[in-house]
């Protein structure tokens, strides 16, 4: 998968992907990021922003609204499900 491709060049590039991989997978099955890797708060969102519509290809943040840590996902493929909010000020990539 495509994805997959990406995670591992972002592990190259950054590292931050093993702490949040967990809340990617939650994303891509359950459409929730699941407990904050840094604080285990439970008080974590998520937004993705398709880029390209023909391929739907976009990136994303995964961020904790109690610790402010933050992942930014440089390039994945979007489902229709995911959201698209608004991205919080502050946040600690
Ligand atoms: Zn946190």
Redesign the pocket.
Known sequence: MLWVVNILLDLIIGGQILKWIENLKSIIDKNTPGN?P????IN?DYSMHIIDNKTNMGYGVIW?N????AFHISRINVSPNMKNTLVPEGLKY
């Open positions: 904050c840094v604080c285990n708060s974590t904790c109690n610790c402010k840590n």
